[in-house]
């Protein structure tokens, strides 16, 4: 990962909105990094799409995310859809540098 990369956010957004997104950035680097239940990161998807109702932009955040940070939304969302609840989801590090 590298060690200094902004998030990407709407300045339209409120304070509230930015704090969901960004807890959801956040818990895709946990996934990449150590683990996070599934519940807890859909939890966390589920606002984020809240904030992001349109599919097109919610892809555009996750390609400068992935783009900044080398984490995928996308994948760490694919692999906690097949798990239970509860269950650990830890996505290997396969990204690009």
């Known amino acids: 990962m590298q060690d200094n990369y902004s998030y990407p956010l709407d300045t339209d957004w409120t ?18 990094e150590s683990s996070i239940k599934s ?9 984020f799409q809240e904030v ?6 919610q892809k555009r955040l996750d390609k ?22 509860g269950e650990k989801v830890r996505i290997h590090n396969e990204r690009r540098q």
């Open 39 to 47: 519940d807890e990161f859909l939890q966390k998807y589920r606002a």
């Open 52 to 57: 992001v109702p349109m599919k097109m932009e």
């Open 64 to 85: 400068e995310f992935e783009l900044q940070s080398g984490y995928s939304i996308y994948q760490v969302f694919k692999k906690c859809r097949t798990m239970k609840n």
């Open 15 to 32: 304070k509230e909105d930015m704090v969901k997104v960004v807890s959801l950035y956040n818990a895709v680097e946990k996934a990449y």
